[in-house]
């Protein structure tokens, strides 16, 4: 059973609120790294542990924006399948996903049978075999 118009509009405002945290979130972010220098990070007096620090703040940092970024891509394209009528529709196998599911992952493209299937196929590197 499909999700109802009801639902459906819960799970847009559930959207679109995300995507308006997500974006103040990475407003503040990219603020904050473009406000803060090497020099504020690593110290007055740097040493190579210093830099390797400073190094890691500002790589955590470009991670998170990035991990935002995608977020709020994977919700614009939700807001896609709302509008095209696919939301909570298995792009693998056509069958409902799971309320529960939607709720956790609000962009969620496959049921959890096939999700499983492909983290399985996708998720790790081929592996070199003899």
């Known amino acids: 059973m499909g999700l109802n118009r009801t639902q459906l509009r819960q799970y847009e405002r559930k959207i679109r609120a995300r995507l308006a945290a997500l974006g103040e979130e990475i407003h ?5 790294a473009r406000d803060e220098s090497y020099g504020e990070i690593a110290g007055p007096v740097t040493d190579p542990a210093d830099e390797s620090v400073a190094h890691l703040l500002a790589d955590m940092d470009k991670a998170e924006i990035s991990r935002d970024l995608n977020e709020a891509r994977e919700l614009e ?3 896609a399948r709302l509008g095209e009528g696919t939301y909570g529709v298995c792009t693998d196998c056509g069958v ?8 956790a ?3 969620a493209l496959r049921c959890i049978a096939c999700q499983a299937v492909h983290e399985r196929t996708f998720a790790h590197p081929p592996e070199p075999r003899l």
């Open 28 to 32: 503040g972010d990219v603020a904050r």
């Open 105 to 107: 992952t609000l962009f």
């Open 77 to 79: 394209a939700a807001l």
């Open 96 to 103: 409902d996903i799971a309320a529960a599911r939607l709720s």
